[in-house]
């Protein structure tokens, strides 16, 4: 019996897989109810037999995974994995970046798997890109190799944010004065991102500021408030520069998928958002931008 989990900032997601690969037992955590990754851990393998124990376990991280000491950027999560290794009495230990295991991910993907938005067709054997909004904003890539695939993880979502309207510059000017002199991407397209634009534009219009989360900001929008509803303008704009500066950097002819915790559940705001038209915005000659694909 092997482990497999899914730790990002906001939940933890565990499973058993068993010797025919079959995913059992699988259970989420809030980690606001945990102080450290080896809790969560523990909860989790408290509940199973003692002969479900696994030896060998695969931790998909939200973090960059640089060497033994992987500390996570949006929870004050840390942890040695010699020592979580040794912890759990594993033989083997892989920890991976999650958004690198999302491109390892992709070329298994079937047509249920994902939602297209706009035309065009993926190029096979050709690279692709893999970014998503959550607690904080993944980027990953995945290029072609003589044995198959090799997925390339990053901190893309610190990049820039760039302003492509007059408006947009505005947003970006307020988000630098309320948060410091650099607006990353991910300033805006988080969750925490959703609450700083929609407040942003709050401003802009002279209504002071607002006290939302991101859920609240997704829920107005469903009830048809125009704040809200501009804030996810601003969001998938944002998301579809973001998207398409990746796709020519890394030349993703294989596709851009859109991943993460919050842009799945926004498919209908996002078919109906400038989003493919942003996408495709760009020089005559980028070809490469006009190939995406939206996982579900």
Not at 63 to 69: K, L, M
Not at 156 to 182: F, K, M, N, P
Request: hydrophobic share 45%; aromatic share 6%; net charge neutral.
């Amino acid at each position: 019996m092997d482990l497999i989990a899914d730790i990002g900032a906001t939940n933890a997601r565990c499973a058993l897989v068993d010797d025919k690969g079959k995913v059992l037992s699988p259970q989420e955590f809030r980690n606001a109810d945990f102080d450290s990754l080896e809790a969560v851990l523990d909860a989790y393998l408290g509940e199973r037999r003692a002969s479900d124990r696994p030896k060998r376990a695969a931790l998909a991280i939200a973090a960059p995974i640089t060497g033994d000491r992987v500390a996570m950027r949006n929870i004050e999560w840390s942890f040695s994995q010699a020592q979580l290794k040794d912890r759990f009495e594993l033989l083997r230990l892989t920890v991976v970046n999650d958004f690198a295991a999302l491109a390892w991910a992709l070329p298994s993907f079937g047509t249920d798997d994902k939602v297209q938005i706009g035309t065009g067709s993926p190029v096979e054997r050709s690279a692709r890109a893999v970014l998503g909004p959550g607690s904080g904003l993944g980027v990953a890539s995945l290029a072609p190799s003589s044995d198959g695939w090799t997925a390339v993880s990053g901190e893309g979502g610190h990049v820039t944010l760039a302003a492509s309207t007059d408006e947009e510059q505005q947003i970006i000017a307020s988000l630098r004065a309320e948060y410091g002199g650099h607006c990353s991407a991910e300033r805006a397209l988080s969750g925490p991102g959703l609450v700083a634009l929609y407040t942003a534009l709050a401003k802009m219009v002279g209504r002071g500021k607002p006290t939302v989360t991101p859920e609240d900001v997704t829920n107005l929008a469903r009830q048809g408030e125009p704040l809200a509803n501009k804030t996810l303008e601003a969001f998938f704009c944002f998301l579809a520069t973001v998207a398409s500066d990746l796709a020519l950097t890394v030349g993703a002819r294989g596709g851009v998928y859109i991943a993460g915790g919050i842009v799945p559940r926004l498919i209908e705001p996002l078919q109906r958002s400038p989003f493919r038209e942003r996408f495709v915005a760009k020089a005559a000659t980028a070809t490469t931008s006009r190939r995406f694909r939206l996982t579900s």
